[in-house]
């Protein structure tokens, strides 16, 4: 790289004197101090900085990468979050995508790789990515290759140097990475003409997913930062906030000292530990060594999250107990949850079902979603007296509230509450009429509804 | 290949006859000055191209067209063949499937092919995707044509990302939203044949230098993933479609301009209200003509497209019409309807299908229904008022006209100075078209932005070019900023940014000014589905306003200044605050009988001569200036009466603009034994009437052009870039006499015309300039004689704001100017006997005044 000519700077001082004259170019930033350093001097400077933070030049393709090695002993992170030990790939798959039933594969869990880019900017295909952070489980320790841009021109070397290190491991972990680093990844692969198939080819588990289906309640913005403090009682020391990243390596870019980039090298490698003791943390949680203390909502996500993993074991029990703890509203979601479980069972389930929606119902007469579940339950049931009283009282109410309260009512069938009900009276009545009620006596779970109560009120 | 039927169809063509009828009717026929016929061309059809596939040919006959129109056929032929293309034919010429034919052609021999449409708006998008499917109807099944946009929700974009054949788009979204995420584009890229860019005319001034520009990146991506697609462009009318086309494409271009569909007689009716005050030139209101003219047409059951200027006026004239035809019920749709932007797209559908089933005798409409939303074809288009350009004035006329009848075109001038100068010559409409479409991709300010866009898209190589620009210094530039990281011969986007979002396509700088209407009215003018919201953004806590519009940073002291009233599309608003650094102007609309206008002082310096000085005793000249500003007053004025009913104080910084002018200086020896008050009116009147003439040239709104008249202006020939503009204090303005917005401030006088030489300046109200001042300084033949043509041709005694501006009390402002169009023209004042001085080289008289 040569310095630029005399003519050159030249050339730029009087463009810059046009812009300025112009009144300044459109999209560009403020005009910043610039240090008038040389070139190779700023390049062998940063290369001297790079060493002295461990990173170590390897030949790549036709450049150089430069790769920082550490191992990380992840035994006291593990213990201290109460995870019994490092995930093992089936737990990894489980949390992603749920139960792989006999298929679990006996990877060990060095077959996965967790994963974490810095970069310079959110969105688009320019954002370079100036350091990669890859990490490999081997018993309890965690060992972390990262891959930073000594110089932005060797980012192809960078990449291959990266995508080297993901080979081969067929579990890719992250953290928010399906819908960022992935992605931002893939872009830089294209735009250096690399085949990106090693992303593609793996089983990827986005640790963010299960967060947010599991603690949103507790958590809010589920960012890996609050997930480590709330679910596994850590505190990070001695990093730089992410958002800072970008500023200090265009800093380090441009002739500063090592330690300005230091905290976002350790941010990186934080956030690679951090990815893997909480995927270690899910899992045993998923396995019912719930994260303490435990929250009202846990149970009832837990449960919606095996049940929707098709994971059944104990999905039941997580509601029964949620409906038990009584904090509203997950108590009332989990009674929901739990009698459309038991309906799809039918008879003496259904029955309880029966049981379960009288008591949302009884208990908030708006809750047309539970009166529908019930109705259609009775009559199910063959209890067509029963549901037709659910009916009459359920089109009683309708006309009692204001339009868009009966508008905002949850589940509402289409064609409208109303017309649903009528139809469903109609047919009831109809029913009856024929004699196609049972003969009064014991019926499947008869006598759970009495209607009076119901239409008390 | 006039078939007879027409001929015989023509014969005892209803239409024809009632329009005989009504141009005989007494209300009609005395506002009449001219009448043009187009007589009736029959189609000239070719066979559909033998390249074309099979399938394609068998599904135009199943859709009745046997051939093809003479355009099509050599559109198509040469797009097939990898030629870029641009159709320059009239409205409802046929011109989609010149576009639509090639690229289902490439779809149908490789269903990975791609394609690209570029429309300006959103609705001609979604009305151009529809008429595809017609066509799309009679081929195997598979085709994928989806619209990118703002409103494409996002689970709909990663399909078209992934699997679009057809995707149609406009320039905002490929500039922000394709181009830097092109790596989720990787397929389009790669199997893209076809990039069609319909409308190409709207493409001009800072707009089209910045889709120049966003071609280029284009290109270059295309370049990088190994495809080179074929452009297919269709355009209005314009004088220079393919210098156009081939400076936005930097590319070598087929012009079609021969128009090969059949078309009935047309009548041209050029109508000029009656004086109303002979003296101001103030003639009856537009509007009310065009009432009583439309009510004459609907009376004989005419279907008619009534065009206004603004969004206001077309619910003003839609009230009078209504009142006279009522929707058979209340509450019920009538037969004369209203369309403009703000209406909801439903209720445009409604509309668009009852003017095709006949069922909407008349629409009034802004220019939204000028671009090609498919109406059908009508009996009869009413302009009132010029529309801005003549193309646009062809786009409107063109709505009407159907293949078997006469159908009829009026423009209703206004009092404008451009809609008198047109219905008196109305030969600039009719014969070859004056106008052409202007842009300069290299504007520094345009491309600055665009090179740090593509630098984030791909790194650039040392030595690469953006297009035919060399841009090695611009990114040594970004280079020492530090957006950009050079190094192994490489440009890497290393910056915290995301480039593409700061550049508005609109404008050539940043700094705009963003207009907020601060009053909740739900339905405000102009409210519309699409408008944006400046939402928890706004500058004051709380404030949650409309975006009206955006003024550039140099027009925002004169027109958004405190306490003035500004117009927006007819509406007015007053300014309640400008917050000048944040750049927002606070307004709310009001409904008042005055509007307002600031006094500046404002002064040229010349920077640089690109051009020029050519010519003598008036020497001119066109290259960089720097002009100067200060708004100092505003006044007051009443409408229709242009008194001046008050005024206050402007308390805002000095503005500086950096752009490219063209001028005309006056050699004092040319301009010996005038009088000095002569001297100083003339140039008034020239700047106005070269300031009219030159909108008409460069196909622009007159706000995209300044002029500027000084007793002392330049100092011809400077051997140097000139001096530094003294400071702004009063005394030192050097006497402006004229401003932009017409008005005369009360500058101190002088006797005789020491220092510089009276100059007149136009220039490019756009920092860097777009092109124009050098279009004018080579038009400056054109220029002069149009201008004389606007004096010569205005019906008011001594000048009025119609020409030249209104006489001084002492002053015949017509002859003045007269007088110094003349010199411009060849040099001295005496105009010869059946000479112009345009059509001659500056006799030797001329020569030697100046020398001496």
Known sequence: MSAPTAERAAAVAQLRERIARLGGAAGSTAPRPRPRHDPDAVATRRAESARRGGFEPHPEGDGVAWVRRVSIDLGPFLERAGAPGPATAGQLIRLALGDPGPHTPRWDASAAAVLDLETLGLRGSGVLAFLAGVGIPRGDRLEVDQVLLVDPADERAALLALLGRLAGHRVLVTYNGRSFDVPALRSRLVVNRLDGAVLESGLHCDVLAPVRRLFRDRLGACTLGRAERDLLGFVRHGEVPGSEAPARYQAWLRGAGYEVLEGVVIHNQLDLCGTMVLAARLAAHLEGDMVSPVHPADRYRLAVHLARTGIADSVDEHLRATVDGRRGPWDRHAAHALAARLRRRGGVAEAEAVEILAGLWRSRPGDLRAARALAVSLERLRRHPEALAVAERALELCSRLEGWRLAAARGAPTGGWVADWERRRRRLRGRIAAGQSPPPGPAPGAGVVDPAPLLAN | ?852
């Not at chain 2, 992934?162 to 922000?176: P, R």
């Not at chain 2, 100068?421 to 078209?433: D, G, I, K, Q, T």
Request: negative net charge; proline residues 7%; charged residues 20%.
């Open chain 2, 1 to 852: 290949m006039a078939d007879a039927s027409t001929l015989a169809a023509l014969s005892d063509d209803p239409v024809a006859a009632a329009l005989d009828e009504l141009r005989r009717h007494p209300s009609v026929a005395g506002r009449i000055v001219h009448e043009a016929r187009l007589e009736a061309r029959p189609a000239r059809h070719a066979p559909w191209p033998a390249a074309l596939h099979p399938r394609l040919v068998e599904a135009l006959r199943a859709r009745g067209m046997e051939h093809a129109y003479s355009h099509q056929a050599e559109a198509v032929e040469r797009a097939l063949a990898g030629r870029d293309v641009v159709v320059v034919t009239p409205t409802a010429s046929g011109k989609s499937l010149c576009y639509t034919l090639p690229v289902l052609d490439a779809w149908l021999r490789d269903p990975e092919a791609r394609a690209l449409w570029l429309f300006p708006t959103k609705a001609l998008a979604q009305d151009q995707l529809s008429a595809l499917g017609e066509i799309a109807a009679h081929l195997p099944p598979g085709l994928r044509a989806a619209t990118f946009d703002g409103d494409t929700p996002p689970g709909v974009r990663r399909a078209v990302r992934q699997a679009g054949h057809i995707v149609v788009t406009n320039q905002e979204m490929l500039h922000t939203g394709v181009l830097p995420h092109h790596t989720g584009w990787v397929r389009l890229f790669q199997q893209l044949r076809y990039v069609v860019i319909d409308e190409l005319h709207s493409y001009r001034g800072v707009f089209g230098s910045h889709l120049a520009n966003v071609l280029r990146r284009l290109r270059r991506l295309c370049h990088f993933y190994g495809s080179d697609p074929v452009v297919i462009a269709c355009s209005a009318t314009i004088a220079n479609p393919r210098q156009l086309s081939e400076r936005l494409l930097e590319r070598p271009v087929d012009c079609i301009d021969e128009s090969g569909a059949p078309r009935a007689e047309r009548r041209l009716w050029f109508w000029n209200p009656p004086l109303v005050d002979g003296a101001m030139g103030v003639r009856r209101s537009a509007t009310l003509e065009a009432r009583r003219l439309t009510t004459e047409l609907l009376r004989r059951n005419l279907q008619t497209l009534v065009f206004t200027r603004s969004r206001g006026s077309v619910e003003v004239l839609l009230t009078y019409l209504q009142r006279l035809h009522p929707p058979p019920a209340p509450g019920r749709p009538g037969p004369v309807r209203g369309y403009r932007s703000g209406y909801l797209p439903l209720e445009r559908r409604a509309i668009e299908a009852g003017l095709r089933d006949g069922s909407v005798r008349a629409v009034v409409s802004t220019n939204a229904l000028e671009l090609g939303i498919d109406v059908g074809r009508l009996d009869a288009a009413v302009l009132v008022g010029y529309p801005g350009s003549v193309a646009s004035t062809w786009q409107q006329l063109g709505r009407a006209g159907r293949r078997d009848t006469a159908s009829l075109g009026v423009l209703i001038a206004t009092d404008s100075p451009l809609d008198q100068f047109l219905v008196r010559h109305p030969e600039y409409l009719l014969e070859s078209p004056p106008e052409s479409g202007l842009i300069d991709p290299d504007n520094l300010l345009v491309l600055g932005g665009h090179v740090q866009a593509a630098a984030f898209e791909l790194a650039f190589d040392e030595g690469e070019r953006f297009g035919r620009a060399d841009v090695g210094a611009l990114l040594d530039c970004l280079a020492e900023d530090g957006l950009v990281h050079r190094s192994a011969g490489r440009y890497l986007w290393s910056a915290d940014a995301f480039p593409a979002e700061a550049i508005s396509l609109r404008s050539a700088c940043a700094g705009n000014v963003v207009i907020i209407d601060t009053s909740t009215t739900p339905d405000g003018p102009g409210q519309g589905p699409h408008g944006q919201w400046a939402g928890s953004s706004g500058g004051r806590p709380g404030s949650h306003g409309r975006v009206v519009g955006e003024v550039d940073q140099f027009a925002a002291p004169v027109l958004v200044h405190d306490d003035a009233v500004y117009i927006h599309q007819g509406a007015q608003y007053h300014v309640e605050r400008l917050d000048w650094e944040e750049k927002r102007a606070y307004v709310h609309p009001v409904t008042v009988d005055h509007h307002t206008v600031a006094e500046t002082r404002m002064s040229i310096g010349v920077l640089e001569i690109d051009g020029g000085p050519e010519g003598a005793g008036c020497r001119r000249c066109h290259g960089e200036v720097r002009i100067t500003r200060l708004a100092a007053i505003y006044k007051k004025v009443r409408f229709l009466t242009h008194e001046t009913i008050g005024a206050g104080p402007i308390v805002l910084p000095e503005q500086d603009l950096h752009t490219s002018a063209a001028w005309w200086a006056f050699d004092p020896a040319a301009l010996a034994g005038l009088d000095r008050a002569v001297v100083e009116t003339g140039l008034l009147g020239l700047a106005a009437a070269l300031h009219h003439a030159a909108c008409l040239l460069c196909m622009c709104d007159p706000r995209d052009l300044g002029r500027h008249a000084e007793l002392r202006g330049a100092a011809l020939p400077p051997s140097a870039p000139a001096a530094p503009v003294p400071p702004l204090a009063p005394a030192a303005v050097g006497e402006p006499v004229e401003m932009v917005a017409g008005w005369r401030p009360a500058a101190e006088r002088r006797e005789g015309l020491a220092g510089g030489w009276p100059t007149v300046y136009l220039y490019d109200g756009v920092p860097g300039g777009v092109g124009f001042a050098e279009h004018l300084f080579g038009a400056h033949r054109d220029l002069l004689r149009a201008a004389g043509e606007l004096v010569d041709g205005c019906g008011c005694q001594a000048g009025c704001p119609s020409c030249v501006g209104p006489p001084s009390a002492s002053v015949d402002a017509r002859s003045s100017t007269r007088t110094l169009i003349a010199i411009a023209a060849r040099g001295k004042a005496v105009i010869d006997e059946g000479d112009d001085g345009l059509g001659e080289a500056p006799s030797p008289l001329g020569a030697s005044a100046s020398r001496a």
